[in-house]
């Protein structure tokens, strides 16, 4: 992994978090394994802020009235009626159900009875609307996704800019830069003694880094775009500028101080010698240039590693898609269209999907962070005159994405575990900057927004939270029970640092002991299976 002068700056600045961290008691060493919990973390993030309420719905009938428009569109259908909502497990939708908790369901666009249908009216939009089947794999009753599902919702990100919202998202608090590690890195340190295999702990398939900020060099992300970044920047096996460099001896493994560690470091010559020299070094200057040095040194180690573990090899034996395209209904080269053939594209064309299959079925990686679109690129941050209509049809075609994704690795054994699937050990973290204004007010951006968790160690088949529906215009979070990070129960409204936390508990991380995130933060209550 090549290191520039920026980076190296970042590293250091890292390095002061890390004092930070230890002023507040925290450990920067990996967390005891918690059994049912997941060991790996897919983060998607859905580009450009959401209408979360076109595909599910926490609003009461009276709340869909006041922010959905009627059911309209025809071939691209936009809003919906009361009547259209439904439980994805088709039990009895009681949509004025009191609390903040109720089951996953959403504005039915599909055919229950043929759900390929895409010529017919949909009665329960006064046929107003064709049918659509986009977002039915999360309601498919041969799988239950659904089941192994919680959207968390009405969450404050303190921010309607998409970059402080990104960032918002990934560590808890909003801002231009990162005032704490990205979720993906804490989890991706915590996860690192437990499985020192995992070559490329934290890895990030574009979109904004899953920062480590203070954590130790293993949890920095690695940039990767395609299996084929991977032969130059984590091999040997371009041989121009390996030549003669390739035979690695296994040395002692010593800490940057000179003392003993256990194990080896597979080096080349080259690699024992910038090492030594690293090492060398220290104490010249001040402590915080050795804290760099520090980094560098960690990261010099762990890339050594990487590369004699041969993980081109690796890749290149493990499939991405094998399970799902075994069902006629779910083909791998699917295409999906807006309109009747107005604008069309491939499923392929929405991310890099077959590569995070791989990267997580290979065993290589504890982390890895996706940027997703619809099809074609299309992300969701646009402000057209039709913009609504657009999202609505975009969303449930993204998130049609996903759900085929999670279906696949729910039908994968887990390799560490047999007895489990990879999406039993993997929570699937769906996310974006923001929530976008409600229907009837356009689509600017919304504070509010929701977070869709699924697999490893979650309650499923739940909507936590819900909106204001006393407010006017675009309603904020309503109240909701959350554990507080002091071990106390309370219902208030729903912050960004809730979700942060949410996710990090649900690999059994602990609050003040494994993460800390400035604000304060609680976790949402009833999310993760005890």
Known sequence: MKLSRRKLFELALGATQMGLMARYGLSTASAAPTPGRPTKLLGIWLDGGLHWESFFSPLSSAGITKFIPAPLGGLIPVGYAPGQVENFDRSPADLDAPGPVRKLRGPIYWNWANPSDSQGTNPAANNNQRYRPWGYSWADPTYKLYEKAALLVGADQNTAAHASGIVASMCGVAGSSFRAPAVQAVIANAMAQRFPDRSIPNVSLGGALPTAFGLPARANPTVLRSASTVEPTLSDRRGGAWNGLRTRDDVPDLAFDGSALPGTVPATAVDAAILKAL????????????????????TYKGASRTIRRDIL?????????????????YPVDW?????????????????????????????????VNLRATSFNNNSFDTHTANGVQMHTNHLRIALEMVGR????????????????????????????????????????????????LVGGGIQGNQMLGGYDETMNGSPMGAPVSLVE??????????????????????????????FFIPGGYGVFDGVVRS
Request: proline residues 5%.
């Open 279 to 298: 090492r060398e070094e220290r104490g010249i200057s001040t402590s915080g240039t050795d804290a760099m040095l520090e980094q560098l040194y960690d």
């Open 313 to 329: 090899s690796v890749l290149a034996a493990t499939p991405s898609w094998e399970k799902l395209k075994a069902d006629p209904r």
């Open 335 to 367: 295409s999906a269209c807006i309109g009747f053939a107005d604008s069309c594209g491939q499923g392929s064309s929405m991310g890099s999907y077959d590569f995070a299959l791989q990267l997580l079925k290979s065993d290589l990686v504890t982390s």
């Open 405 to 452: 994704l999670c279906l696949e690795m729910s039908l994968t054994p887990s390799k560490s575990d047999p007895s489990r699937s990879l999406l039993d050990e993997t929570l699937v973290y769906v996310y974006s900057d923001f929530g976008r204004t409600f229907p009837k007010q356009g689509s600017d951006h919304h504070p509010a927004t929701c977070a869709l």
């Open 485 to 514: 990070e002091d071990g106390s129960r309370g219902s208030r409204a729903p912050r960004s640092q809730d979700i942060a936390a949410t996710v990090m508990n649900a690999f059994g991380l602990e609050p003040g002991k494994d």
